[in-house]
């Protein structure tokens, strides 16, 4: 593995960790803590919050009629996800453990949170839910797929690739057939679910 590589790759680890540093500050500012996977407010921070709050006849008064009229088409795409859901369930239950991949775990991609914000309406939360399903779904498909693809061909393409997973930067170099010879079974050992060895 290129050295330089491994620095960078160190370089941005460093910066996730300053970035969560900097996270926790922000909720330390807005005073909350998790309980049993719920968010609780500060009791003072939650009545200002809720004067916040845009009351759902106010919210469908004031919504622009684009909006109303494009939400069908937004929300049905929760069957294609509610799809995809269940094709990476069955899909790591199947293959992930016939090559001894450690599963991907979905509530580290699902997040529903936001529902405990006291400042969004009921419509608000149901669309912060929707979107936290998507972009969480997207993430875990992401991360299956990166796995999968460390698994089977971890080459970098020839062209550069827009926002690539974070698994990428170690796969081999395109056109280095020696590095993926000698390196696919260290890749793949990477991914073992370390519970069956």
Same mark, same amino acid.
């Given at each position: 593995?290129?050295?330089?590589?491994?620095?960078?790759?160190?370089?941005?680890?460093? #910066?996730?960790?300053?970035?969560?540093?900097?996270?926790?500050?922000?909720?330390?500012?807005?005073?909350?803590?998790?309980?049993?996977?719920?968010?609780?407010?500060?009791?003072?921070?939650?009545?200002?919050? =809720?004067?916040?709050?845009?009351?759902?006849?106010?919210?469908?008064?004031?919504?622009?009629?684009?909006?109303?009229?494009?939400? $069908?088409?937004?929300?049905?795409?929760?069957? $294609?996800?509610?799809? %995809?859901?269940?094709? =990476?369930?069955?899909?790591?239950?199947?293959?992930?453990?016939?090559?001894?991949?450690?599963?991907?775990?979905?509530?580290?991609?699902?997040?529903?949170?936001?529902?405990? #914000? $006291?400042?969004?309406?009921?419509?608000?939360?149901?669309?912060?839910?929707?979107?936290?399903?998507?972009?969480? %779904?997207?993430? =875990?498909?992401?991360?299956?797929?990166?796995?999968?693809?460390?698994?089977?061909?971890?080459?970098?393409?020839?062209?550069?690739?827009?926002?690539?997973?974070?698994?990428?930067?170690?796969?081999?170099?395109?056109?280095?057939?020696?590095?993926?010879?000698?390196?696919?079974?260290?890749?793949?050992?990477?991914? =073992?679910?370390?519970?069956?060895?």
């Amino acid at each position: 593995m290129n050295h330089r590589i491994d620095e960078l790759i160190a370089r941005m680890k460093g #910066l996730e960790e300053e970035l969560e540093r900097e996270f926790l500050k922000k909720r330390e500012r807005f005073r909350f803590e998790v309980v049993d996977r719920r968010i609780r407010f500060a009791e003072e921070v939650a009545r200002q919050q =809720l004067r916040f709050r845009t009351g759902l006849v106010r919210y469908f008064v004031e919504a622009r009629l684009a909006n109303i009229l494009t939400a $069908p088409l937004i929300y049905a795409g929760v069957l $294609p996800m509610l799809l %995809l859901d269940l094709f =990476l369930f069955v899909y790591q239950g199947v293959c992930f453990p016939v090559y001894g991949i450690a599963k991907v775990r979905r509530g580290d991609y699902l997040v529903f949170d936001r529902q405990d #914000l $006291p400042y969004l309406n009921l419509v608000e939360r149901i669309n912060c839910g929707y979107c936290s399903y998507g972009n969480g %779904l997207a993430g =875990l498909f992401r991360e299956v797929s990166a796995r999968t693809e460390q698994y089977w061909c971890p080459i970098k393409h020839a062209r550069r690739i827009v926002a690539a997973h974070e698994r990428y930067p170690r796969f081999f170099e395109y056109g280095d057939a020696d590095s993926y010879r000698k390196g696919l079974e260290r890749l793949r050992a990477d991914l =073992l679910d370390r519970g069956r060895v």
